[in-house]
């Protein structure tokens, strides 16, 4: 290997490594805050099995198979990676001449969202559940596809699952002011970010006294009087 190929690779796991992780952790915490639903299965699925001391590690967490969905459907929702490829032989596609040497960007965003792929349920819809049915192939693009997909997958998937459950079993998330919409708004880059960041409240629980289940059931109770 020579000393340009050596740095061209660093630089290039820093940001594949890096970037892609903390993004999607990021996105993760938008969707526990805007869907408390969400975070109380995973805190229940998380507590039941584990505490504060648990020692985390790469076989026990797959024991949680909800937290799997949810990462998967994060990723989904909010897919991160960018498919870039070059075309190796002149081809039609559709009526649409694609030469030699083109290079070509997937439009992932399009078959995630892909009610032929995706349905029954409304792919617009944060459902975690729809990862339990069979699916084409190629219609999760999350971690890219073929010969060239992330090698970084599993380890990603493993640094994702601990980092959430300390998170999930330390704090709850409570959507922020700043957040004022339920879905992110994103900027094309290299790795896909949301525009103006992700903001959230996290509230310690071993400071905060109550269960969040507690909390929730009382708002719920709130909502009725009202009406
Ligand atoms: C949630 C975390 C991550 C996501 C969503 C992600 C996603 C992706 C995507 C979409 C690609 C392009 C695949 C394609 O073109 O088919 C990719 C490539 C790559 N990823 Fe990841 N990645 C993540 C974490 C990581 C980690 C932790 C590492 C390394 C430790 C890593 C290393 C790489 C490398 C080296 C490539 C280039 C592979 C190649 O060109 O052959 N990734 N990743």
């Excluded at 990462?71 to 030469?99: F, H, M, Q, S």
């Excluded at 459950?165 to 879905?183: A, C, P, V």
Aim: one cysteine or more; glycine letters at 6%; charged letters at 20%.
């Amino acid at each position: 290997m020579t000393l340009n190929e050596v740095e061209s690779n660093l630089i290039l796991f820093m940001l594949a490594g890096y970037e892609t992780t903390s993004n999607t952790l990021s996105n993760s915490c938008f969707v526990l805050a805007t869907k408390p639903d969400e975070q109380i299965k995973l805190f229940n699925e998380i507590s039941s099995m584990f505490h504060l001391n648990t020692e985390l590690n790469a076989d026990n967490v797959q024991d949680l198979k909800y937290l799997d969905l949810f990462i998967k459907e994060v990723l989904r929702v909010y897919p991160i990676g960018t498919l870039i490829r070059r075309c190796t032989k002149a081809t039609n596609v559709n009526g649409i001449d694609i030469p030699y040497d083109t290079p070509i960007a997937f439009d992932v965003l399009s078959v995630h969202g892909d009610p032929d792929l995706w349905g029954p349920v409304d792919p617009g819809v944060f459902y975690p559940e729809r990862h339990e049915t069979k699916r084409h192939p190629l219609a999760f693009l999350g971690f890219g596809a073929g010969p060239r997909n992330c090698i970084g997958m599993k380890f990603a998937l493993i640094e994702l699952k601990i980092a959430l459950i300390k998170l999930i079993l330390n704090f709850e998330f409570i959507k922020s002011d700043i957040s004022m919409h339920n879905r992110l708004q994103f900027e094309e880059g290299i790795v896909r970010t949301a525009i103006n960041g992700v903001t959230s409240n996290m509230f310690n629980r071993a400071k905060e006294p109550y269960n969040i289940m507690e909390l929730v059931v009382d708002k719920f109770v709130l909502v009725l009087e009202l009406e």
